[in-house]
């Protein structure tokens, strides 16, 4: 059997359905191939919250999502950012910013159900799933993708590609465009707990030795406070913190964050995550384009990741609206010249992050204690990392603009 479509999104992540969900009001056919089952064994769908900054509140709001997504997301009102040891301490407010909130914290379920429920009004899109991208020809006016639907061989033709498809993307793979990879050798453990006081909006990060801490404000329910906690260890250390009873896990973890949120009382289900970076050399080839993982899989420490996959989101939605042909050459360069510079500063930041506070040089400590007191004290720096954090450190896609 064959198809034809304007433009076929491989995976159906979170960046894909986003993707999905941003091209609906330009009309064209699009088929999203995803892999797995939705939603529960979808790798972009566990039990993770995700750090929306500014920027991202807007995109999703202008997908019409938001309505949805703000009973289960907690405003950050403040980042508290601090090492242990050092009085250094960095403090941003929304405040500052002029901004009700500097981002939210929305659990992935949340974004995925309403993801979901809004690509099942998209005429024209196509779900197709499970199915498994397998190959991948390119000829000069579309590109044929053979599939593997429940088991079945199915050919589809589109016009453009994009790949959706996550760090190991297949599409990458298939058209041997290369990817600069590093091993982080950590991992992050990812569970919520019941602090015994309210957070009041507050982010913390706190650095150690062996990797950051953070503490993400969750919505109170009736059961108390709560935060989501991310955890970065060397992976051996992450999985012998795994194995720990959770009374002992609470103990450790309560060591390490200190006690800005009093005891912690309860815990939520632990899983953990291998950090990698993975920057493809490329964000286009004929009739393809990457966005989100698949373009740049980045470490947490920053919160990052998915911000900037709503940021290529937004950029496509807005490079592909009014065009011809989706998979124009024009339109491709065009696409991968206004990403080049938000991707490069944000993964260069994220990098800078992990590898300064992940090292225990002398030189570095002094380093990081001025760096975070200048961070506090010094209002350009201030309110260029503010502005990056907010997602507006580069020309920012209509779709994720602040009101004039
Ligand atoms: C611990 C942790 C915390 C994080 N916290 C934040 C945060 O607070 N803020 C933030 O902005 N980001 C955060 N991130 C990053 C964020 O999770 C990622 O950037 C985001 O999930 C990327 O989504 P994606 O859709 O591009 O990729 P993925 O989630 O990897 O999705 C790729 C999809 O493609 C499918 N697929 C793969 N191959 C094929 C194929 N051949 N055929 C069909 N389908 C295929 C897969 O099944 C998958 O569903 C965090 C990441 C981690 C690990």
Redesign the pocket.
């Known amino acids: 059997m064959t198809d034809r479509v304007d433009i076929a999104i491989?995976?159906?992540?979170?960046?894909?359905a986003a993707l999905a969900v941003a091209l609906a009001p330009l009309g064209l056919r699009i088929a999203l191939?995803?892999?797995?089952a939705p939603p529960a064994s979808?790798?972009?769908w566990d039990e993770?919250?995700?750090?929306?900054n500014a920027a991202?509140q807007r995109i999703v709001e202008g997908l019409g999502l938001w309505g949805d997504l703000s009973a289960d997301a907690e405003p950050i009102s403040s980042t508290h950012i601090s090492e242990r040891g050092r009085f250094g301490v960095a403090r941003f407010s929304a405040a500052e910013a002029d901004l009700p909130a500097l981002g939210y914290n929305v659990p992935l379920r949340a974004i995925g159900a309403a993801f979901a429920a809004s690509m099942a009004q998209v005429d024209g899109l196509q779900l197709l799933t499970p199915?498994?991208?397998e190959h991948l020809q390119i000829g000069d006016d579309e590109a044929v993708l053979g599939l593997d639907l429940q088991g079945e061989a199915r050919e589809l033709r589109a016009r453009l590609v994009v790949a959706?498809?996550?760090?190991?993307?297949?599409v990458r793979e298939r058209l041997g465009i290369g990817a600069d990879s590093r091993d982080y050798r950590q991992s992050?453990i990812?569970t919520a707990v019941r602090p015994k006081r309210a957070h009041n909006g507050v982010a913390y990060e706190r650095f150690l030795p062996t990797g950051p801490i953070a503490l993400l404000p969750k919505p109170d329910d009736e059961h108390g406070h709560a935060c989501s906690l991310?955890w970065t260890l060397p992976s051996e250390l992450a999985r012998e913190k795994l194995a720990l009873s959770d009374a002992d896990f609470i103990a450790q973890a309560q060591d390490a964050f200190g006690e800005r949120l009093g005891t912690f009382l309860a815990l939520g289900r632990r899983n953990a995550?291998p950090?990698e970076r993975v920057l493809s050399e490329r964000l286009s080839a004929p009739r393809v384009l990457l966005?989100?993982?698949?373009a740049q899989?980045?470490h947490?420490v920053a919160?990052?990741?998915?911000?900037?996959?709503l940021r290529d989101v937004a950029t496509l939605a807005e490079v592909l609206a009014g065009a011809g042909d989706p998979g124009a050459p024009a339109l491709l360069a065009d696409y991968e010249m206004r990403r080049q510079r938000d991707r490069a500063r944000v993964s260069d930041f994220t990098d800078g992050l992990v590898r300064l506070f992940s090292n225990a040089v002398p030189g570095l400590r002094g380093l990081r204690h001025w760096g975070l007191l200048a961070l506090d004290l010094a209002p350009p720096l201030r309110q260029a990392v503010l502005q990056q954090n907010l997602g507006y450190g580069s020309a920012a896609p209509r779709l994720a603009r602040r009101p004039a």
Do not use: K, W, Y
């Open positions: 491989v995976g159906g992540g979170m960046v894909g191939i995803e892999s797995q979808n790798p972009s993770r919250c995700i750090a929306l991202s199915a498994r991208l959706a498809d996550g760090a190991r993307s297949t992050a990812v991310v995550h950090l966005v989100g993982n698949a899989s980045l947490p919160a990052q990741g998915f911000n900037l996959g």
